[in-house]
């Protein structure tokens, strides 16, 4: 089993030179550091971000925290531990966990129909393409929609603005208007065929913001209030919200933009903040939510202790291991752009990995880790082998796997493949 940050090889070198568990302990760690202050650093020197932080626990205790460059370089102000990031995706574990809890409790199966809570949902169309006069040909449903598919990506679901009649036909009926509220937004979304039949694709799209519209339907309470009470106040997640309260806005870090030239570009706050600093009626499950680096990781180590963070019971043992196991038949081989995060499949909002990087190029990782990320490039990631949870923060579009990487390397060492490998 490999270790945090240094590989059993080095480990062992250190060992056989005579030096003690305890001071080898101390080699380690500080290594690990060094490699990491690095690398965090490396990202601002070469110009592709205005400031990034980390947070690493293993086995229950704190093991890395740095923050370098600024959250705002208009204004001088330093990335710091509580600087205020939007995490985008990384909203939606948040929200498959909400939906779990009420699993927990029995309210529905997976494999239940998604139309027998919300019938909105019943009886949809499939797109086929397009007719000489570019009206939609449509054909029926070859199976209803289940949860599981709302879990995985696999409904059907597409918010793609090139799909000839069908963007149009979604552009209209305009589900995600922020003015809309959830049962308004299940509501026009189900009046748009689906792209494809259910499992047919793996598609990132709105099926999380479904998921919490089944939330507040199932529960007959208002998704962003069953998050808090079940979720977010449980975990003392007090600084993930949606709204950021006027008085702590100068914690926000402000959005940036690497353009073709290779300029770094802050974004005005009330563009890229327009949806967090007022009350909206929407309040998805698929982004939205603002956090701090030790908000997130509490949500991350009460996955790692399997449902439990400090006493606080969110969900079963059993209900995470659900959560991290993939859902993907291997006979779905459209999956987008899903491969470029590794070997990996897909649980319940996460990516699960599967295999060993099968090239040094690939993401790294351990067998059995459970991730995601967000588009303004953050990421995090549970590694229940090593019991080891992560939280990497920046803020820059466009989304920048590189940075992951990097940031991957530095906290597992370099890929070692087996031999004969290339």
Not at 31 to 40: P, Y
Not at 189 to 210: C, H, I, M, N, R
Not at 292 to 312: I, Q
Request: net charge negative; hydrophobic share 35%; aromatic share 10%.
């Amino acid at each position: 089993m490999k270790r945090i940050f240094l590989s059993i090889l080095f480990i062992a070198s250190v060992i056989s030179l005579g030096t003690s568990q305890e001071n080898t302990e101390d080699i380690i760690q500080e290594a690990a550091r060094t490699r990491l202050d690095s690398t965090l650093q490396s990202f601002m020197k070469n110009g592709e971000v205005a400031g990034a932080s980390a947070l690493i626990f293993e086995k229950g205790k704190e093991v890395y925290f740095n923050a370098f460059g600024h959250a705002d370089v208009d204004k001088k102000i330093p990335m710091q531990r509580n600087t205020l990031v939007q995490i985008y995706s990384m909203t939606k574990p948040i929200t498959g966990t909400a939906l779990m809890t009420l699993y927990d409790e029995g309210k529905f199966q997976l494999d239940d129909p998604l139309e027998k809570y919300a019938p909105e949902f019943a009886n949809m169309k499939v797109y086929q393409g397009v007719d000489s006069d570019g009206e939609m040909i449509l054909e029926p449903l070859n199976r209803p929609i289940t949860i599981r598919d709302i879990t995985r990506h696999t409904a059907g679901f597409s918010t793609r603005d090139d799909i000839p009649g069908h963007s149009e036909a979604l552009k209209e009926a305009d589900p995600f208007n922020w003015e809309n509220t959830l049962p308004q937004m299940a509501e026009k979304l189900g009046s748009v065929p689906l792209w494809f039949q259910p499992e047919a694709k793996w598609e990132y799209g709105p099926s999380v913001d479904v998921q919490a519209f089944l939330v507040e339907r199932i529960s007959g309470q208002p998704y962003q209030e069953y998050v808090r009470e079940h979720v977010l106040d449980p975990l003392k997640m007090t600084d993930t919200r949606y709204v950021v309260p006027e008085d702590e806005r100068y914690r926000m870090s402000p959005a940036y933009r690497k353009t073709e030239m290779g300029e770094l570009n802050q974004s005005p706050n009330e563009e890229a903040h327009a949806f967090n600093y007022k009350k909206w009626p929407l309040t998805p499950g698929g982004w939205g939510l603002t956090s701090t680096l030790d908000d997130y990781m509490r949500f991350a180590r009460m996955l790692v202790n399997e449902g439990n963070l400090e006493g606080a019971e969110i969900l079963e043992p059993e209900t995470v291991k659900l959560m991290s196991t993939n859902h993907l038949d291997e006979n779905i081989t459209e999956r987008s752009w899903l491969p470029s995060k590794g070997q990996v499949g897909f649980g319940i909002d996460f990516a699960v990995r599967l295999r060993a990087p099968a090239s040094v190029e690939e993401n790294n990782g351990v067998v059995g880790e459970f991730f995601w990320d967000g588009a303004a490039s953050t990421l995090f990631w549970i590694d229940p082998v090593n019991e080891l949870t992560a939280v990497f923060f920046v803020q820059i579009f466009p989304y920048n796997g590189s940075l992951h990487k990097r940031f991957r390397d530095a906290v597992y060492g370099p890929i070692v493949l087996p031999k004969g490998s290339k």
